[in-house]
C-alpha cells in the first residue's frame, strides 16, 4: 500500500507563512505528479499547485507570486511554501500524488489534509 502524510499546517495571522511538507511512503516504484489541493468550509476542493516529476509546475492564479510547490524526489517529499497568506486561504490542504506501485499499478493517493487557519 502507499501513504501521504501531510503535516506543518496551523494556524497564523494574515501576511505570515506556512510551510507544509507531505511524505509518500509504502511499495512504491516510482512517484508522478504531486500536487496540494485544499478545500475552504463551504467550498469545493481546489487546486492550488501540482509538480511533475520534470519539476513542471501550475499553479491556481490565486496563490501565483504567493506559494512554491518543489518536491525532493529521493525523499518522495512534496512541499509548499506559502507566504503572505490572507483569510481566502484558510481550508483543509490536502497533498496528492500519482503513484506506481511496486506491482506496477499506477493510481492517486490522498493524504489525510492538514488544516491551515489564517486569522485577519
Known amino acids: 500500500q502507499v501513504q501521504l502524510v501531510e503535516s506543518g499546517g496551523g494556524l497564523v495571522q494574515a501576511g505570515g507563512s506556512l510551510r507544509l511538507s507531505c511524505v509518500a511512503s509504502?511499495?512504491?516504484?516510482?512517484?508522478?505528479?504531486m500536487g496540494w489541493y485544499r478545500q475552504a468550509p463551504g467550498k469545493q476542493r481546489e487546486l492550488v499547485a501540482t509538480?511533475?516529476?520534470?519539476?513542471?509546475?501550475n499553479y491556481a492564479d490565486s496563490v501565483k507570486g504567493r506559494f512554491t510547490i518543489s518536491r525532493d524526489e529521493a525523499k518522495n517529499t512534496v512541499l509548499l511554501q506559502m507566504n503572505s497568506l490572507d483569510s481566502e486561504d484558510t481550508g483543509v490542504y490536502y497533498c496528492n500524488a500519482f503513484v506506481v506501485t511496486s506491482w506496477g499499478q499506477g493510481d492517486q493517493y490522498w493524504g489525510q489534509g492538514t488544516q491551515v487557519i489564517v486569522s485577519s
Open positions: 509504502g511499495h512504491i516504484f516510482r512517484v508522478g505528479v
Open positions: 509538480i511533475d516529476s520534470g519539476l513542471s509546475t
